[in-house]
């Protein structure tokens, strides 16, 4: 494309070839790029692999922080006893009025599961529980209600859908009061959702100075090529062919440090399953730590090589300009 | 082909390079600039290169005036306009064949015309056996014949050279300006800029020279005149 001499011919205009071959020839020179790029990354070993891992170890911890919080999540989904429903029976109650509502509580789709205990057995149960064995023998009468352990399904053993289900169940005329053993769910939450906004905060922050940090590694990279960009310019060199390389290398970048990320992340999950293990027991929770799946590692990398080529082109655009030959 | 029209040229600093030249080379011709140093020769090639841009005045190309070529378009300009300077502007980490590739591997030849060009810019400069050697190892003559396969690799149709004889010996200069002469004969419009003025007055081309930043004379050097 020659602008001041219409018939002149250049590059790949001046021999005869299809569109297709133009597109390959486009990919082949692109990938080439990529290639050279790549071999003046192993060119400085050291320098490139601290800026590799900048943006490995920045993904690092806020993914390790994610699938902490998504475990957790799936213990709260997962436990039974999330919402274990404890109902209070009236006192003038009969046995039968009992069985009548449990067989009515039965055809609840919301109940998993339910438990009768008898006053009797409340009250054996407390005195080996307790300790207070000979007191209570003195006792004239058993204080303690009968009670129904309702076990709620999994949908509706959220703390939120569990009270709803106990308003629900306390309408009935049999129950004294009810009582939703959760607290430590809700607890749980509570920090789950701190923690949410604490891995979002962090992980901004984080992206953001890997940004700048691989922006001012590429524009190092810029200065100490100056004089061969003055070259090509003189030559007739487009910005845009300048810049490529350095996007490149961003991309590369990118691409290592989501991988390092990888096995980070990896590597600490595994390092911390034990303990995490440790803690969960306290909460008689089954525990397997779900580590990385398809879609986490697929964020990772995305993340890594988008830090990458936006720090890159943010260099690149403010840089290449400026460098003019004289 | 090259035309300047009232063109005056001072820098950032206020210092005036070049007052209201006005001259026309034509399609095909070949011209030496000549003056003092700091006269602006230099200034004039860069005028045309874009490299600068006229203070007040007009350069035009073929036509085109140059004050109409935007920033991003200045790149294409320079693909018609093989450049040779004193300094060579070559990448010194890159072999020969690499340097004298490299407007070609911009403008997207395909492979294999970029060997076989590069091969016959190399050979029309007498270096096709240090194609692999790198700049530093090579004289500066040879340096200086790498810049020329360079510039004249894509057959451009302007042909500008800053003191191109610099500090070569004689014999070596003289064997430069045939190559111009070659380009020149196939067709270019060849500009040098040069204060050997041994070497001008040995021939007969069309010359201009500077003074203070004006045209002070331009026209056939005396002896060529002298003959007709
Ligand atoms: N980038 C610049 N900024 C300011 N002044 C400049 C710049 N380039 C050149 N000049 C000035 O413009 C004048 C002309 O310079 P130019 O380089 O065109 O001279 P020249 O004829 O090429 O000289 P030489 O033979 O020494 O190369 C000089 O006085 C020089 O100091
Ligand atoms: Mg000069």
Do not use: C
């Amino acid at each position: 494309m020659s602008i001041l001499f219409k018939s002149r011919q250049s590059g790949a205009q001046q021999s005869q070839i299809s569109k297709q071959q133009k597109l390959v020839m486009w990919f082949t020179s692109h990938v080439r790029q990529a290639i050279t790029s790549f071999g003046e990354l192993l060119r400085t070993p050291a320098a490139s692999f601290m800026t590799i891992a900048v943006l490995g170890l920045s993904i690092t911890l806020p993914s390790t922080l994610y699938i902490l919080v998504k475990n957790l999540d799936n213990i709260s989904a997962n436990t039974q006893d999330a919402a274990e429903i404890s109902l209070f029976i009236r006192e003038g109650a009969t046995r039968a009025d009992v069985d009548q509502l449990i067989k009515r509580l039965r055809t609840w789709p919301e109940i998993d599961a339910l438990q009768y205990i008898s006053p009797e057995d409340a009250l054996q149960e407390f005195k080996q529980q307790s300790g207070f064995g000979s007191a209570i023998d003195a006792l004239q009468s058993n204080p303690l209600p009968a009670v129904l352990l309702i076990y709620p399904t999994e949908k509706h053993g959220s703390p939120a859908a569990a009270k709803f289900l106990l308003n629900k169940l306390t309408q009935e005329r049999e129950i004294e009061l009810g009582k939703v053993d959760i607290e430590w769910l809700e607890r749980l939450h509570a920090i789950m959702a701190v923690t949410n906004e604490l891995v979002t905060m962090i992980a901004v922050l984080l992206f953001v100075s890997v940004i700048l940090i691989v922006g001012n590694t590429i524009r190092l990279n810029i200065f100490n090529k100056r004089n061969e960009i003055m070259v090509m310019k003189l030559v007739g060199a487009t910005d845009g062919f300048i810049q490529r390389p350095f996007l490149y290398t961003g991309l590369w970048y990118g691409v290592l440090g989501g991988i390092m990320s990888w096995i980070t992340v990896a590597l600490l999950l595994w390092w911390m399953s034990y303990s995490i293990g440790d803690i969960l027991t306290l909460y008689r929770q089954e525990f397997v730590l779900a580590g990385l799946d398809f879609a986490t590692l697929n964020t990772m990398l995305l993340m890594s090589v988008l830090m990458g080529l936006i720090g890159s082109a943010i260099s690149v655009k403010r840089y290449v300009d400026q460098i003019e030959p004289e | 082909m090259i035309k300047f029209v009232d063109v005056s040229k001072t820098y950032p600093g206020g210092q005036r390079a070049l007052s209201k030249v006005n001259f026309h080379v034509e399609p095909g011709e070949m011209v030496f600039l000549t003056g003092h140093s700091g006269a602006g020769k230099s200034t004039m090639l860069k005028l045309i290169s874009l490299m600068e841009r006229p203070t007040v005045g007009k350069v035009f190309i073929n036509g085109h005036d140059l004050s109409h070529i935007s920033r991003h378009d200045v790149a294409y300009i320079r693909r018609d306009i093989g450049m040779i300077f004193q300094n060579h502007q070559l990448l010194m980490d890159k072999s020969v064949f690499d340097n004298v590739a490299l407007p070609l591997i911009i403008e997207g030849y395909p492979r294999k015309q970029i060997q076989s060009r590069v091969q016959a810019a190399l050979d029309r400069v007498g270096l096709l056996d240090k194609k692999w050697n790198l700049p530093a190892t090579l004289s500066g003559g040879e340096q200086q014949r790498v810049g020329i396969a360079r510039a004249v690799v894509n057959r451009p149709p302007i042909i500008l050279a800053d003191e191109p004889t610099g500090n070569l010996d004689p014999a070596l200069s003289w064997e430069i300006i045939r190559l111009f002469e070659d380009f020149n004969a196939a067709g270019a419009s060849v500009f040098i800029a040069t204060h050997d003025l041994g070497l001008i007055a040995r021939m007969q081309y069309r010359t201009l020279t500077l003074k203070g930043g004006q045209m002070i004379n331009d026209g056939l050097t005396e002896s060529w005149q002298d003959r007709k």
